[in-house]
T-cell receptor, first 112, second 115 residues
Framework: TQLLEQSPQFLSIQEGENLTVYCNSS?????LQWYRQEPGEGPVLLVTVVTGGEVKKLKRLTFQFGDARKDSSLHITAAQPGDTGLYLC????????????FGKGTHLIIQP | DAGVIQSPRHEVTEMGQEVTLRCKPI?????LFWYRQTMMRGLELLIYFNNNVPIDDSGMPEDRFSAKMPNASFSTLKIQPSEPRDSAVYFC?????????????FGPGTRLTVL
């Protein structure tokens, strides 16, 4: 059983469309991070959310941490081909060890 | 800074052989993490070190896997003997700390294929 469930697993949309990907768990996290990974490279951190209900914006990307700190979402407005990649959420469990737990990721393809 | 450096980038070996993966973390980072990524299981934490000391190795799959960090600028992950199911991309990451503000910086990974 995956501690962090990401959905959808795969998503292919046209340039200019909006999309939302989700990261859900039954566990509470002290913080949650979103990473983007391109082929042949390691994940790169996009954002960290810490407070329940927190919303952070990074240009066309909006990240939200659930009120109960069990889930998170990433919304992309007017997607562009450069947004293509694997989006991973990762959390540090409350009261858990220091290491991050990763979801399996959402493979996103933005078609021109 | 050059970022986290991993070598080799690709490794192809035969079942039963010993494999050693290498990592040089970012200078000044106190934490080093080894991860494994597969399509089936995603990105899994294998082991992490704090100031060269292994803190949590509960993610290491079997006794065939071992990791060392002899000094602050070098770590190895060894698989002996290797098996086809070990085929994956292995990532090393380093971090200055483990608070929410501390980012983990990943290396480019080593793609391991065991035939």
């Amino acid at each position: 059983t995956q501690l962090l469930e990401q959905s959808p697993q795969f998503l292919s949309i046209q340039e200019g469309e909006n999309l939302t990907v989700y990261c859900n768990s039954s566990s509470v996290f002290s913080s949650l991070q979103w990473y983007r990974q391109e082929p042949g490279e390691g994940p790169v951190l996009l954002v960290t959310v810490v407070t329940g209900g927190e919303v952070k914006k990074l240009k066309r990307l909006t990240f939200q941490f659930g009120d109960a700190r069990k889930d998170s979402s990433l919304h992309i407005t007017a997607a562009q081909p450069g947004d293509t990649g694997l989006y991973l959420c990762a959390g540090e469990r409350e009261g858990g060890a220091d290491g991050l737990t990763f979801g399996k990721g959402t493979h996103l393809i933005i078609q021109p | 800074d050059a970022g986290v450096i991993q070598s080799p980038r690709h490794e192809v070996t035969e079942m039963g052989q010993e494999v050693t993966l290498r990592c040089k973390p970012i200078s000044g980072h106190d934490y080093l993490f080894w991860y494994r990524q597969t399509m089936m299981r995603g990105l899994e934490l294998l082991i992490y070190f704090n100031n060269n000391v292994p803190i949590d190795d509960s993610g290491m799959p079997e006794d065939r896997f071992s990791a060392k960090m002899p000094n602050a600028s070098f770590s190895t992950l060894k698989i002996q003997p290797s098996e086809p199911r070990d085929s994956a991309v292995y990532f090393c990451a380093s971090s200055p700390g483990t608070s929410e503000q501390d980012t983990q910086y990943f290396g480019p990974g080593t793609r391991l294929t065991v035939l």
